[in-house]
């Protein structure tokens, strides 16, 4: 392994991408620290210290995915999940809008152009999500478990000029981080965007594991540090699980020259949806609480009884019911996300126009059939899988009372497994291009 790394220090194109990498990576986390305009950063740390890095439901994720930053109220506030966000309803949009479909089949060009406007829609929604945690924060609710007085107080002025600032200096911060994530994937190594969100959620790892430890002991920290490792082993193992179809080429002559004739594969992972079906499971499962909490009474009155309703069964994650319909929520979504993006019909289709076919099924419909047969069967279990991983912090809240950011579970260890196994794949080949030879033996 030392003999590896060795290797990988001592190739001067791999050293100089591996260079460029730490340092993006390095200002990233260095903007995640320097707090916006007009805001009162004092404050801000003692209602953080107040709250134990508490938010409401709203921002729980959010906060997770920019490494901490969006309750810093710094430039870098909303991280990487506007671009997310926008990935992923410019991939939903292929199926209502056919303009879409057909710049996704363009290749490269078209490729380009639904980049250009996820950047778009990119920055469109940094404007939006701006204003909304600025007025969060100017309202005092974003620190919802928090006793401190200075709580109402985070910023310095709340004039039309500062808080139009803020969202400038916001949506710049997220378009700069969009740049950051390109340029590491262009000169860099792996997906800049992905290394970018391994970066925030590795970097919030430590202090959930340190407040873990204060609060409920170091037996209970021994205690899941050991779940942890075993945690990350079965997501290992299973995201790395998968169905390979056999796929026969026929022999066919092109002029003088034969082509086909090989064999290869299909194959479908038993987690296709990667980690979409946990962000949308969650995303929509807050919707009930944020109406709640643009209904409460004014003071001196009770409140209505479904909102006492929402607040006792469907805001803190503890209770059965609210996990029963995550993990609803979740495979409902699976089997959604994998239904848009892989398509059976379009597969068979290819095969069948370059000659290929799976041994003992016609071309055609009926292989069709037969891989949305396969697709159905594998998704269940790997609904099943993402449920349980996603319920993990929220198990772990209800019986310990640790942070709904329990480290080893959720979108944050799907993600950190996911993106470190293909950074570590895509190290491994060029290791294998320039040595013979790949990180391991």
């Given amino acids: ?19 460029f990498t730490l340092g993006i990576v390095a200002l990233f986390r260095l903007g995640s620290f320097i707090p916006a305009p007009f805001v009162d950063f004092s404050n801000v740390q003692a209602c953080l210290v107040s709250a134990q890095g508490t938010a409401s439901g709203l921002y729980e994720l ?162 899941v540090l050991a ?42 992972k038993v987690n296709m949806a990667g980690v979409v079906p946990v962000i949308f499971a969650s995303s929509l499962l807050y919707l009930p609480a944020l109406i709640a909490q643009f209904n409460q009474p004014a003071a001196g009155e009770e409140p209505q009884a479904w909102v006492v309703w929402i607040q006792n069964y469907l805001t803190q994650g503890d209770h059965p019911l609210y996990m029963l319909l995550y993990l609803a929520l979740i495979v409902g979504f699976t089997y959604f996300y994998v239904a848009i993006t892989f398509n059976p019909d379009e597969v068979a289709e290819n095969m069948k126009k370059y000659g290929g076919f799976i041994p003992g099924i016609r071309a055609g419909r009926p292989t069709a059939e037969y891989l949305d047969y396969v697709l159905t069967r594998i998704t269940f279990p790997g609904s099943l899988y993402l449920g349980a991983v996603a319920l993990i912090p929220l198990i772990a809240f209800a019986l310990v009372g640790a942070n709904q950011n329990f480290p080893f579970g959720g979108a944050s260890i799907l993600i950190i497994v996911g993106v470190g196994l293909e950074t570590v794949k895509q190290i491994d080949a060029q290791l294998q291009q320039r040595h013979y030879e790949g990180l391991l033996r």
């Fill in 1 to 19: 392994m030392f003999n590896a790394i060795g290797r990988i220090f001592r190739t001067p194109d791999l050293r100089r991408k591996i260079g």
């Fill in 62 to 223: 959010v906060n997770v995915f920019s490494g901490g930053a969006l309750l810093q109220l710094s430039i870098f506030a909303l991280g990487i999940m506007p671009y997310i966000t926008a990935s992923i309803i410019v991939q939903l949009l292929r199926v209502v809008i056919p303009h879409f479909e057909t710049l996704y089949k363009e290749g490269q060009a078209g490729q380009a152009r639904l980049t250009q406007y996820t950047r778009y829609l990119t920055i469109a929604l940094g404007v939006l999500q701006s204003t909304t945690l600025i007025t969060v924060a100017r309202s005092g609710a974003l620190f919802s478990g928090a006793s401190a007085p200075e709580c109402t107080q985070l910023l310095t002025n709340d004039a039309w000029y500062a808080i139009l600032l803020m969202v400038i200096t916001m949506t710049a911060g997220t378009g700069l981080i969009m740049w950051m994530g390109e340029l590491i994937t262009e000169r860099g190594i792996g997906n800049g965007m992905s290394l970018l969100i391994f970066t925030s959620i590795a970097a919030t790892f430590p202090g959930s594991l340190w407040a873990i430890g204060i609060t409920q002991g170091w037996d209970v920290f021994a205690i």
């Fill in 227 to 268: 779940i942890g490792i075993l945690v990350v082993v079965a997501v290992v193992f299973v995201e790395q699980s998968q169905r390979r179809i056999p796929v026969q080429y026929a022999k066919r002559m092109v002029g003088r020259r034969t082509y086909g004739g090989n064999n290869t594969y299909i194959p479908i």
